[in-house]
């Protein structure tokens, strides 16, 4: 029996380094051609693209999906599609959870949920102590039983040296990455929101320090000299925790980081009230630009946009008492082709999509994903790059509509996305390509 096939033509698909005028044959497995003339059968399924750029499927490594425990927030259904109407294909979702993906009694039915709600690939990250409670390192090989190679303790960061020493011990035992989200809650005072400078100040808003993420930061790396564990680090927000990684890459430590596109693109003094309060908040001109000037040098290996969708009753309340975090998926690679490809013509497209899916694909261990090539999966979204839209909240898929960027102008309009060969979604005011 034939296995189904699709052959995609009329499209500009990025491919080799660049947009070209090919056309794409592939089945539910893989690519199976790139070329520009294809031959098409009675068991091959023909797809108009409209002339549109054909590009590859977009991974995100730090996402909250916020089910089980939050579900008022977001679910893994409502976080997928948000995925999905932004051009990923692949997300990495956050263990800051009720129950927290400790143990193979909560990891199971996890999976489950997400095998039977999520429209792309979503992978969970364990935890990297019990119950992200500080204490006790999670027994990895259980859980890499599942399948689950990825830990992190986000939201929280593991405050014990003693307790990150002997789970980075057990990591490397058991070959697990480890995310990291550094914060030495020594620096932060209650009710702090936003960097602290002058800016908080004239506000009368109680700032956060860099130091409280780079001292935790420091110290892990300091380990990771001495324990050879594979060690990614969480959104990046200030200059000196880009010169710590700078360093030490240097030294051979293997580790890497990333960055957010609102790392990239605001700064402590574009912040309004709590839709632009995040950890790490935004901080100061230097600071985005080491962050900008360090992912264009390979210090900062990709971008990843910690998802964080909150209620607006939550993000109503004032400065002090609302929660961190912004919706990212449906707007961060807009928003960045717009700012750094189209308007200041600083990067080019090749680059925008490395950093946000080869490389993220390469770290963290997925194979035959984040470009599209012959042997690849065929996941891929169909975008108008030459669009002219205004982000809308009301119109997110996610249920999340706290971003600060609402009103901003994109470029980019994101029509169909295709997981493993199959369309999962389509933009409401878009014809299904050829279907």
Known sequence: MNTPRTLLINARIFTNGGLQNMQMLFDENEILKIAPKIESDENTTVVDAGGMAVLPGLVDTHVHLREPGFEAKETIATGSRAAAAGGFTTIFAMPNLRPCPSSVQTMNPYLEKIKTDAIVRVIPFGTITDDEAGKTPTDYHALKELGIRWFSDDGVGVASGDVMQAAMKAAVKEDVLFSCHTEDMNYRAPGASVHEGPYAKAHGWIGITSACETAQLARDLEYAREIPVRYHADH?????????????????????????????????????????????????????????????????????????????????????????????????????????????????????????????????????????????????????LDANIAIDPDSFESMGKNTPFAGWNSRVQVRQTWVNGTPVWTRKDTCEYGR
């Not at 008492?321 to 960045?336: Q, R, S, Y």
């Not at 997925?366 to 891929?380: A, C, I, Q």
Request: charged share 30%; proline share 4%; net charge negative.
């Open 236 to 384: 990046l927000s200030a200059k000196e925790s880009v010169q710590a990684i700078r360093d030490a890459k240097a030294d051979g430590v293997d580790c890497s980081a990333e960055v957010t596109a609102h790392h990239l693109l605001l700064e402590d003094k574009d912040v309004e009230n709590a839709m632009g309060k995040m950890n790490p908040p935004v901080r100061e001109h230097a600071d985005r630009m080491a962050l900008i000037e360090g992912l264009e040098d390979g210090t900062i290996d990709f971008i990843a946009n910690d998802h964080a969708p909150h209620t607006m009753e939550e993000k109503s309340r004032s400065m002090d008492k609302a929660p961190f975090g912004i919706v990212a998926l449906e707007t961060a690679f807009g928003l960045l082709y717009t700012e750094f490809v189209d308007r200041q013509k600083r990067w080019s497209l090749g680059q925008l999509l490395d950093w946000m899916a080869k490389k993220p694909a390469i770290r963290f261990g997925l194979e035959r994903t984040g470009e599209l090539k012959e042997g690849y999966r065929p996941d891929f979204f169909i975008a108008d």
